[in-house]
């Protein structure tokens, strides 16, 4: 037992060693994290800062300029032009130029002088519906400001429509509280599986894989000394997440930090099983370079991140219990968020755990073919 822990302690500082050493290696633990994290972060926001659009106003009055003076002064609505005929608003829209052309009928202001509903007419470009979405969600908020405000100041009692809003966990829906902790799981799984992918395959281009098959390490000690330095790593690349994501973006962890790297150590034992097994059948690291790619990106676009995992089709959603990211994802953001307990994550590590058992032992046993 001793002699095996010290065989399994020496090629773990000898993966270390390798790693470290390789420049390739060392930019890839580093400078992707960071990287990665801030264009995310900045650039792949999900918030719409600017909304072009046009208007054909019709009824050229008091209110309908002070509604689309709400509208421009909100700092999110960009006209883009005053549309003199209902037939150019085909044009706006199929160019892309507007996003949203709002039409104001001629009887706007004497409908709502004699409490009467004044309905407008809002054409979106629905060929991104998500934003298209966004963008009629802001809208709405502020038709429903100079509503209030028209009322307050005009004395109507007409009935209207209430909408009371609340977001748990993200109160002001900042896509970054949902996109940073998503990348703790997203940015850690490709590193761990491309470097641990490589670790093998290296060995065997340098020709020094020959030599640790003839040395007393058991496949399992490979197994072990070649998964731990890498997993240990993909903490390192978590917590760099973590640190930016609390104190760069400060957004506020609400969990417990001893729960969350719990299920980081499972995510990123079946991340390194899923490595290795890649590493085992690939002669080359060109191979073991395809392979990774192979198996990230359907993992990374099917795990949730982008679009809701419910919404996909129940073919997808079944062959995807095998994705670690998806399980991943669902632990970041409940205990980053939503301070969630160990009871209610237990449905998403046992699957980690199955995961991680069978990838290396699948790899354990491909290993153990060459030996004989």
């Not at 496949?219 to 978590?238: R, W, Y």
């Amino acid at each position: 037992m001793r002699s095996s822990l010290l065989r399994i302690l020496a090629l773990i500082q000898k993966e270390f060693l390798a790693v470290l050493k390789d420049p390739r290696s060392r930019f890839i633990i580093f400078v992707p994290p960071m990287l990665q994290c801030l264009i995310f972060g900045y650039a792949a926001s999900l918030d719409l800062n600017s909304v072009p659009y046009a208007v054909l106003d019709q009824d050229h009055s008091a209110a309908s300029f002070a509604l689309l003076a709400r509208l421009d002064g909100s700092g999110v609505f960009r006209r883009q032009a005053d549309l003199a005929r209902a037939t150019d608003i085909a044009d706006w829209i199929d160019s892309g130029r507007a996003l949203l052309v709002i039409q104001i009928d001629q009887n706007f202001e004497r409908r709502l002088q004699s409490g009467q509903s004044a309905p407008i007419e809002v054409a979106a470009d629905g060929r991104n519906s998500n934003t298209a979405g966004t963008a009629l969600g802001y809208l709405g908020s502020v038709v429903e400001r100079f509503n209030n405000d028209w009322q307050s100041r005009h004395g109507h009692a007409s009935p209207t429509v209430s909408v009371v809003m609340r977001a748990w966990y993200n109160p002001t829906l900042d896509s970054r509280w949902s996109m940073i902790p998503s990348l703790v799981g997203t940015i850690t799984m490709m590193g761990t599986i491309m470097l641990t992918a490589l670790s093998v395959a290296r060995e065997r281009e340098q020709g020094t894989f020959d030599q640790l098959l003839i040395t007393p390490f058991r496949p399992s000690e490979i197994m072990t000394g070649k998964a731990i330095p890498n997993m240990i790593i993909g903490l390192g690349q978590s917590t760099t997440i973590l640190l930016m994501a609390q104190y760069w973006f400060h957004i506020p962890f609400q969990g417990s930090f001893l729960l969350l790297y719990f299920g980081l150590a499972l995510f990123l034992l079946a991340a390194a099983g899923l490595g290795l097994f890649v590493s085992s059948i690939s002669a080359t690291m060109q191979q073991a370079v395809l392979y990774a790619f192979l198996l990230m990106f359907p993992f990374t676009l099917l795990s949730g991140l982008a679009t809701p995992f419910s919404s996909m089709p129940q073919v997808l959603q079944s062959v995807m219990v095998i994705n670690p990211l998806h399980y991943a994802l669902d632990i970041t953001k409940r205990v980053y968020l939503e301070d969630a307990e160990f009871a209610t994550l237990i449905p998403d590590f046992v699957p980690l755990v199955m995961i991680g058992f069978f990838t290396l032992f699948g790899a354990a046993w491909l290993f153990r073919r060459r030996l004989t």
